[in-house]
């Protein structure tokens, strides 16, 4: 059986790590890191994200910012809240949590964050960094980074390994198969155009699974011995459950932790890791900007 990589235990260390970190730039310096969360409208899918994420920040000592826009409201005040807040020394992070009102382009909003400041690591700048060999972003992907983080923290070796990444999303499949080329692994994007996908997903050591498809990738897809890091999260009907419906990632988890070496599950996996990676984030911004200050 594989072991079942906790994401919980993880992003649970890696908070404590966090909020020594913050103590330690208040006592030093007298200031904390800053994050602020911008929601236009009132999707109850992203008032609940905003929510953990503001919870998240209250726990570890990292200073609030809430911006709360109207639905209505027009993309040029939405990218004036966002000017404000790029030149304003405490916020050391900015969220636009997504998806914004369809009257909204939201790539033109993004590209409005600083450069600095772009703590979810979409910001083209940083994007065109992570795929250029010898260079750097300022910050990295929250997903992305939650799965070599969870890989690193489990103890597994990623240079010279075969790794497949399912899906080729901006978001996650894009960004991750990058990070695992920086690692020094030989990586294959398989995508809803590839034909026969499990024949390439056989030979992966790691197996990046973020396809949104639920159970998609079988236990008779996966390497003996594999790394699996299952993205997806995905709700199938099941009348057991009160809410009427259970979530499941894009792996058989029953099927494939009889053959992978390590398994993340669906829920507790890569998701209590994202937003931990959001906070680090933002930790690693402040500790540029007060320091060089």
């Not at 236009?40 to 726990?59: I, L, W």
């Not at 497949?164 to 901006?170: A, I, K, L, Q, Y």
């Not at 026969?196 to 498809?213: K, L, S």
């Not at 699996?228 to 995905?234: E, S, Y």
Request: with cysteine.
């Amino acid at each position: 059986m594989a072991t079942v990589i906790d994401g919980k235990a993880v992003a649970q260390t890696i908070r404590s790590e966090i909020t020594d970190e913050v103590r330690l730039l208040s006592e030093k310096y007298g200031k904390v890191p800053g994050l602020a969360v911008v929601i236009v409208g009132n999707r109850q899918d992203s008032e609940s994200y905003v929510r953990t994420k503001r919870k998240a920040c209250a726990d570890l000592g990292i200073k609030n910012f809430d911006i709360d826009l109207p639905e209505q409201i027009s993309e040029a005040e939405v990218i004036k809240h966002v000017h404000q807040l790029n030149a304003d020394p405490n916020v050391h992070g900015i969220l636009v949590q997504l998806p914004l009102p369809k009257h909204i382009n939201e790539e033109k909003v993004l590209t409005e964050i600083s450069l600095e400041k772009d703590v979810d690591g979409f910001h083209p700048l940083n994007i065109g960094k992570l795929a250029m060999k010898g260079r750097d972003p300022l910050f990295v992907p929250c997903t992305p980074k939650a799965c070599l983080e969870l890989l690193s923290r489990s103890g597994v070796s990623i240079k010279g390994k075969r790794a497949v990444v399912v899906g080729r999303s901006n978001i996650v499949g894009l960004p991750v198969s990058l990070l695992l080329l920086k690692a020094d692994a030989t990586v294959t994007i398989a995508h809803s155009h590839t034909s026969q996908p499990e024949d390439i997903i056989r030979e992966a050591d790691i197996v990046i699974a973020a396809a949104r498809q639920a159970k998609m990738i079988k236990g008779s897809w996966i390497k003996p011995g594999a790394a699996v890091i299952d993205v997806g999260t995905n709700s199938v009907d099941d009348p057991t459950r009160k809410a009427g419906y259970r979530l499941v990632g894009d792996v058989d988890f029953e099927e494939a932790s009889k053959v992978a070496g390590w398994i993340t599950p669906v829920p507790g996996g890569v998701g209590p890791m994202t937003v931990t990676m959001l906070l680090k984030n933002t930790l690693e911004s402040a500790k540029r900007s007060i320091e060089q200050n």
